[in-house]
């Protein structure tokens, strides 16, 4: 199936420091979702983004929309123990008609160290 | 509001056998999919159902299938089971509305971790 890249694959990071996750896309979107995925969990939704050069916050996370609408990124301000675990950029990608479709990024595992 | 329910949480089969899978979604959600979670290739698209309709389909051998009941609880099962089925199937559910091209928030089950033998 169709992989989308994320990158980096993984980042350790000190308590504190800021992350930072990308996820580029070869084809224009309609829309992209971030989700996040605890060890030995589920993915949780995060956030959708829909316009082109759309910026969201939520606390210590602050995602982008391409102007193109080609890529995201997903940026964390001074990482907590909390933030621990894998995060996924997921679009739709290969959808031609209706419906749910997405496909899943790579993802990017996130750990941080006290 | 009760979540996403995936039974059973953990199975163990032999090569060569099948597996069925269950899935019940958030009340009122309509559309449910399935994905296929491993180390080696990620988060897996497999199918999506609405209204007891398969609206897409990822890339996977027909020894994939689903089917969705009129009460939006979904199943997949997986027939003569490989080595390489092993992974964590996860079912998600969405409010999105029929015909709509926009992808709507997903709300995943905790999974069913199957291991094949």
């Known amino acids: 199936g169709q992989q989308v890249m994320q990158i980096p694959q993984y980042q350790h990071v000190q308590e504190g420091e800021d992350f930072t996750t990308y996820c580029n896309s070869s084809?224009?979107?309609?829309?992209i979702q971030w989700y996040k995925q605890r060890p030995g969990g589920h993915p949780v939704f995060l956030i959708q983004?829909?316009?082109?050069?759309e910026v969201k916050k939520q606390k210590r996370l602050t995602f982008q929309f391409g102007e193109a609408k080609k890529n995201s990124s997903l940026h964390i301000t001074a990482t907590q123990t909390t933030d621990v675990g894998t995060y996924f950029c997921?679009?739709?990608?290969?959808?031609?008609?209706?419906?749910?479709?997405?496909?899943f990024g790579t993802g990017t595992q996130l750990k941080v160290e006290l | 509001k009760a979540g996403v329910t995936q039974t059973p949480r953990y199975l163990i089969k032999t090569r060569g056998q099948q597996v069925t899978l269950s899935c019940s979604p958030i009340?009122?959600?309509?559309?449910v999919s399935w994905y296929q979670q491993t180390p080696g290739q990620g988060l897996q698209f497999l199918f999506e159902y609405f209204s007891e309709t398969q609206r897409n389909k990822g890339n996977f051998p027909g020894r994939f299938s689903g089917r969705q009941f009129s009460n939006s609880r979904s199943e997949m099962n997986v027939s003569t089971l490989e080595l390489g089925d092993s992974a964590l199937y996860l079912c998600?559910?969405?409010?999105?509305?029929?015909?709509?091209?926009?992808?709507?928030?997903?709300?995943f089950g905790e999974g069913s971790r199957l291991t094949v033998l």
């Open positions: 983004l829909v316009k082109s050069g």
């Open positions: 084809t224009t979107l309609s829309n």
């Open positions: 009340s009122g959600h309509r559309s």
């Open positions: 997921a679009g739709p990608w290969g959808l031609t008609g209706g419906g749910n479709k997405l496909t």
């Open positions: 998600a559910s969405s409010s999105s509305s029929f015909g709509a091209a926009n992808t709507g928030e997903l709300f």
